[in-house]
């Protein structure tokens, strides 16, 4: 193939402005080019065995590189060489009409960009020429270097490895009758999660088969030789199949390849014209086996074996990113876009059928682009008990309100790898059953239960926030001290959720026997230093950690939390019985203001002093309980602040609450803060991080001190624990008379 100048004739199409080298006609064009294989009103080509069908998708997965390649020239930056070896397997899905495509790996992420330009999605965001996709990508309000929902026909974030598959079971479990193929990589395949959950959802729910994993082997990782690259093809399918998939199609790019390439991984754009169909033909009748079977109630996998980077600038794992020397000015840049460059009119012809496979551009059609229909909660049926009357266990009270959530939604989803009853929420177990294939009314286990219980907290987390910004209903479980396990994808959707383009139901979250009540269970139980991601994660803008001091306020924020969008709400809660504090109306105030009243008393000496305590949690209101009675006994005032929402208590150039999506400007004004804080000396206290009290220290302007969690160790009970930390009624009030003297 000879390319022509880098400059696009006047006979090209308006969108191929930018594009810097276009080719002759490839053999048989007019053959097979004459007539777009997706026909005017169809959305997928008619038949994958059908010559033109095949040369087509050949054309598709040349452009794909192309576009990949000059992308990420572009910046000298980017990832090309993953998503290169695998673009015949995406531009098949595309040519069959399959376009809810997710991805595992991040580093595809200049494919799916290129994909998107081509079916005209990018024009929701101004993107209509090649020029203006180089121009946006990796830069500000354009094409971040990983993917997220912000960009229109999009359908999900990718970042880390291993959360890929969540989003596509999430996916499938809401729309069952359309395919979710998600590309993953054999450099993440190491990650343990991705088949560990994969079994799970298949065991809980062995009819969502629409979810289809395409696995990109092509021998590397980012830096070297992927750790599966050693295995033989039988042993790669026994693999999956002893994990459960009951369909493994595979194509090998080597059993088509007539250049003599060494070693188990080749170029198939490096075989003759004919080679190269034969090729692109076993993948689009692959592909069109695995959906079939995918769609038809079979655990299915796809496998394209391909040396990493081809058709594009570099082999093996130097083909990962670019570096500042991989400009469009490097020759050896230039020699690979010249070496896939297309003639003008199969740019018009691969344009045509990806704009009209799926029955449009992804931004019109794909799932992800439409808010869910959910049915109406109508008012919950909240239990308002008695202030200073019998103790309640808050998580009892929260868990009854979740049943009948579940019971009025039937897409809800509660997840927990640790057990629900250890919690004190057995009730929802009673109310929903626990998602099992073995039927035992005593453990309460039902197939069609709505409690979902792996044990791992990545499962649990990925499937519960994958189905939120998908748009459903959830909660996550967990004990306090393992869910750090589930955080990385609670952060990569409540991020992708603050730059959504649609209003979601916000993921939400309770985290149960805190550090405090697990003093048997020693230091392996007592891990409350989560809480200070989640005080970084508040200035985010749609982070709302929420601490309600009793089974009163707890109702209360669950109920708001449900009615909140976009965002992420965690509820930090005990599971002991505890003393009831709170109205519904103060909790209403503190989820507004950001921190309640509790116990106010005024010094009985003229002129004392008095010594504020802002709290955070439920059993650390009891030394501070115990320290004011005794600091009240020496004359001076003391006011009791439980903070319930701390997020209000930033100033609102603290946080990035502009720039969310379903924007929360909600801030506790100066003159409010100074009202409410007011005093002589303030101590905050928590029985977790320090970190989420910054808000309050940030602003008090009077003596202050902090009081938190240190580390764990062994005890008998909450208190001991807490007296081991320096959380004690003794050391409060010595410090608060410190403080004011």
Not at 627 to 654: C, H, M, Q, W
Request: proline content about 5%; aromatic content about 8%; some cysteine.
């Amino acid at each position: 193939m000879t390319a022509t100048t880098p400059k696009a004739t006047s006979a090209s199409p308006d969108f191929c402005e930018g594009i810097q080298y276009f080719g002759e006609a490839l053999p048989d064009f007019e053959t097979y080019g004459g007539t777009p294989a997706v026909e005017s009103g169809k959305v997928a080509i008619a038949n994958p065995e059908d010559a033109a069908a095949v040369y087509q998708t050949l054309l598709a997965a040349d452009a794909l590189r192309y576009l990949t390649l000059q992308i990420t020239g572009s910046k000298a930056s980017g990832h090309p060489g993953g998503f290169a070896s695998q673009a015949e397997a995406y531009a098949a899905l595309v040519m069959l009409g399959h376009k809810n495509i997710i991805t595992e790996v991040g580093h595809h992420a200049p494919g799916f960009y290129s994909a998107m330009f081509l079916d005209r999605s990018l024009e929701d965001m101004g993107i209509y020429t090649v020029q203006e996709l180089r121009d946006r990508f990796r830069e500000k309000h354009g094409l971040l270097g990983h993917l997220s929902g912000y960009i229109p026909g999009i359908l999900a974030p990718a970042g880390p490895l291993g959360q890929g598959q969540h989003f596509a079971m999430s996916a499938a479990k809401l729309h069952q009758d359309k395919l979710f193929p998600f590309t993953v990589g054999d450099g993440g395949l190491g990650e343990p999660y991705i088949i560990s959950s994969m079994g799970h959802f298949n065991t809980a729910f062995p009819s969502v088969t629409n979810f289809l994993p395409v696995l990109v082997w092509n021998g590397y990782s980012q830096e070297h030789h992927s750790m599966v690259s050693l295995k033989t093809n039988e042993q790669m399918i026994a693999y999956w199949q002893g994990n459960g998939f009951a369909e493994v199609v595979l194509v090998d790019a080597k059993d088509f390849d007539d250049q003599n390439q060494t070693g188990d991984y080749v170029d198939s754009t490096a075989f003759s014209f004919e080679q190269r169909l034969a090729f692109t033909k076993a993948v689009l009748t692959g592909i069109d086996k695995a959906a079939k079977s995918a769609l038809g109630g079979k655990l299915t996998v796809f496998i394209i074996k391909q040396l990493k980077g081809a058709g594009v600038h570099a082999r093996g794992a130097k083909s990962h990113n670019l570096y500042p020397k991989d400009t469009l000015d490097a020759p050896h840049i230039i020699s690979a876009l010249q070496g896939r460059a297309l003639s003008a009119e199969a740019w018009q012809l691969v344009r045509t059928n990806a704009e009209r496979a799926g029955g449009g551009p992804a931004a019109k059609t794909v799932v992800t682009e439409f808010e869910l229909e959910l049915p109406e909660l109508g008012e919950l049926p909240l239990e308002e008990y008695a202030v200073g009357g019998e103790s309640k266990i808050s998580t009892t009270a929260m868990g009854r309100l979740v049943g009948i959530v579940g019971q009025k939604d039937k897409n809800f989803l509660v997840t927990n790898a640790d057990g629900n009853e250890a919690s004190g929420i057995a009730n929802i177990n009673q109310a929903l059953k626990i998602i099992h294939p073995t039927t035992d009314d005593l453990y309460n286990q039902a197939p069609n239960g709505q409690v979902y219980e792996p044990l791992s907290e990545d499962a649990c987390a990925g499937l519960a926030v994958g189905l939120s910004l998908m748009g459903a209903r959830t909660l996550w479980c967990s004990y306090e001290s393992f869910a750090i396990n589930g955080l990385p994808i609670f952060q990569t959707v409540t991020q992708a959720m603050a730059e959504l383009r649609r209003p979601t139901p916000s993921t939400i979250t309770l985290y149960t026997a805190g550090a405090l009540e697990q003093g048997r269970n020693g230091w392996t139980h007592q891990r409350p230093e989560i809480e200070a991601y989640f005080a970084s994660m508040m200035r985010n803008g749609n982070v709302f950690p929420v601490f309600p001091p009793d089974a009163n306020s707890i109702q209360v924020c669950y109920d708001w939390a449900l009615k909140t969008k976009n965002k992420g709400i965690v509820i930090t809660a005990s599971k002991s019985p505890l003393p009831i504090r709170t109205t519904f109306e103060q909790t209403h105030k503190g989820l507004r203001d950001g921190a309640v009243v509790l116990h106010e008393v005024e010094s009985n000496q003229g002129g004392s002093k008095k010594i504020v305590f802002a709290v955070i949690g439920d059993m650390t209101l009891m030394p501070v309980f115990e320290a004011a009675a005794f600091l009240e006994t020496e004359g001076l005032g003391v006011k009791i602040i439980s903070v319930i929402n701390p997020r209000r208590l930033y100033r609102p150039d603290d946080t990035a609450w502009d720039t969310c999506s379903e924007a929360d400007g909600g801030f506790l004004d100066d003159e409010k803060f100074a009202e409410l804080f007011a005093g002589d000396a303030l101590i905050g206290v928590t029985g977790g991080a320090s970190a989420m009290l910054e808000p309050i220290m940030l602003r008090s302007t009077c003596k202050r001190d902090t009081f938190a969690w240190k580390r764990g160790e062994t005890t008998a009970s909450a208190g001991e624990l807490m007296a081991f930390n320096g959380l004690t009624a003794q050391a409060l009030a010595k410090r608060g008379i410190e403080l004011v003297h």
